[in-house]
């Protein structure tokens, strides 16, 4: 081994966790790289873990006491979530039945394969490990621990993640987003678990899914509210 080389890499895994120069510029390449898609922050977002010595603990990457209540409960949580926000909360405020943008979904089982994948890699992968696991760990480290900054954390990852979903879905994109947004970071806020989240959210968008694969969402929109 090379004399200092393990000094110099230690280094360097300490300025990748801190916020001067190198981990200000981290940060930005992560986030700018969501615009290529959430998958490729959470694969970037795994390497600076590694490059910085941040044990995968911190990014939310902790093993379940069980297994099969994580994924039980997690489905069961994805599922409920979407029901209730198409059947109640999107009535309420006013939102169109039919999603405009995933309407070309409806009787299509050739599209199904894709956007199946999507859901797992992007959505349920990706944007998990994005905003929560690693803007909680960024923030904690930032401001510190603490109610308030778990809070502030919760509120800000909300706001990122429903803006993320305007540009294809517009408002009532973001409405959804900031009801599943504050569910799912006030989940991880509490628990710190993000295995919970990735099989909630896959749960979520593959109910969204059936519903309007099955043309159901006239019939769910107007379950309760009609």
Request: proline share 4%; aromatic share 10%; charged share 10%.
């Amino acid at each position: 081994m090379i004399p200092g080389t393990s000094a110099r890499t230690s280094d360097t895994a300490r300025r990748l966790r801190g916020f001067g120069p190198l981990g200000v510029l981290a940060v930005l390449i992560i986030v700018a790289s969501s615009v290529a898609g959430f998958f490729i922050s959470a694969l970037l977002v795994l390497a600076w873990a590694r490059a910085s010595d941040t044990p995968l603990g911190s990014l939310g990457f902790n093993a379940p006491r069980r297994w099969t209540l994580t994924i039980a409960g997690g489905i069961g949580l994805g599922i409920v979530l979407k029901v209730v926000s198409k059947a109640i909360v999107m009535p309420l405020l006013g939102a169109p039945a039919i999603n405009a943008t995933y309407h070309y979904l409806v009787g299509n089982a050739g599209a199904l394969p894709w956007i199946t994948a999507a859901v797992l890699i992007n959505a349920g992968f990706g944007e998990e490990v994005f905003f929560r696991g690693y803007l909680f760990e960024r923030l904690g480290a930032l401001l510190g621990p603490g109610k308030a900054v778990l809070a502030g954390s919760v509120v800000l990852s909300t706001a990122l993640f429903a803006m993320a979903h305007y540009h294809d879905q517009g408002l009532p994109g973001v409405e959804q987003a900031v009801l599943t947004g504050l569910v799912f970071g006030g989940i991880y806020a509490w628990r710190r678990q993000i295995w919970f989240l990735m099989i909630a959210h896959v749960a979520y968008d593959l109910t969204a899914i059936v519903i309007i694969y099955c043309n159901w969402e006239e019939a769910v929109a107007r379950l309760v509210i009609r």
